[in-house]
């Protein structure tokens, strides 16, 4: 009996060196595996490491390559008019550059037959906006214009920017002319109450988005509106005017309250320039 024990316990102690072995030749494999990836994650590791430096020593290059607008500026985007939309449309024989400042602030001044209108531009929130105005007023867009439109009902502006708003009197077509491109809005006040303050000047445009032009408006009180529409500035000088034109009140040509300034105002010329 001493002996079919012993073998029995000689085979089992083989089976468990066996398994022992098996385990570690499992565990042995397993670590050189680990290493192997190890090492290859190493070495990705620094390739990659290689690759951003490389990459970032070559950003400028590759901005340039790509388009990217340089520090400091915007890329705009330009949408040509050809008037097919129904409007008139101004050529200007060109469009803003394609990229403009994003910071800094600016002065717009619109001199009108009345005085001098002035308002603070902040670059930085309305920056196409702003490049607009400086080329369009460069070009000399709005020279002879007249403002066209005064709302005194719910709405307080005074409506401005139609190049071919000009001449004594007024005309059914005065408020659709604009510029040969139009711009996407910026500067939207979603969160501010009321959306548009007394003294905000704003751009004008159509329901259908991306429509922004030459067209302003001068907010000459309080006024509630949907945030649809450009912030551009604040005036700083001669609100007067506007609230001159405001109490002498509209024609009523669109409705009460909605028409034409009895108060004729005509832009003689505008300037934007750094604050």
């Known amino acids: 009996m001493s002996s079919i024990k012993d073998r029995q316990r000689a085979a089992a102690r083989a089976r468990l060196e066996k398994e022992m072995a098996e385990r570690s ?45 340089p520090p400091g500026t915007v ?6 008019d050809d008037g097919s939309g129904g409007g008139k449309v101004k050529d200007t024989g060109g469009v803003p550059p394609a990229n403009v400042p994003n ?27 702003g490049a607009a105005f400086k080329y369009l007023a460069d070009k000399k867009f709005w020279d002879g214009s007249k403002c066209h439109r005064l709302t005194t009902e719910g709405i307080k502006v005074l409506q401005c920017g139609d190049p071919s708003a000009s001449g004594k009197g007024y005309r059914e077509t005065d408020g659709q002319g604009g510029p040969n491109f139009k711009y996407p809005e910026e ?41 649809d529409y450009t912030v551009l500035g604040t005036v700083t000088q001669g609100l007067d005017i506007v609230e001159g034109v405001a109490k002498a009140g509209s024609d ?24």
């Open 25 to 69: 030749a499992a565990a042995k494999k397993r670590r050189q595996r680990q290493a192997i990836i190890g090492s290859a994650l190493a070495v990705v590791a620094i390739a990659g490491a290689a690759v951003w430096v490389i990459a970032a020593l070559g950003d400028d290059d590759k901005s340039t390559e790509a388009g990217a607008p």
């Open 187 to 227: 500067n939207l006040p979603v969160n501010a109450k009321p959306p548009y303050p007394k003294g905000t000047i704003a751009m004008a445009k159509t329901a259908a988005p991306s429509t922004t032009g030459s067209q302003f408006f001068i907010v000459y009180a309080d006024t509630e509106l949907g945030p």
């Open 75 to 80: 890329a705009c985007n330009w949408i040509p």
């Open 103 to 129: 910071t800094g602030e600016a002065t717009l001044t619109i001199d009108t037959s009345l005085g001098a209108v002035k308002a603070a531009v902040d670059l930085s929130k309305a920056p196409c906006t």
């Open 252 to 275: 009523n040509s669109n409705g009460q309250g909605d028409g034409h300034p009895k108060k004729e105002i005509d832009i003689k010329t505008m300037t934007m320039a750094a604050a």
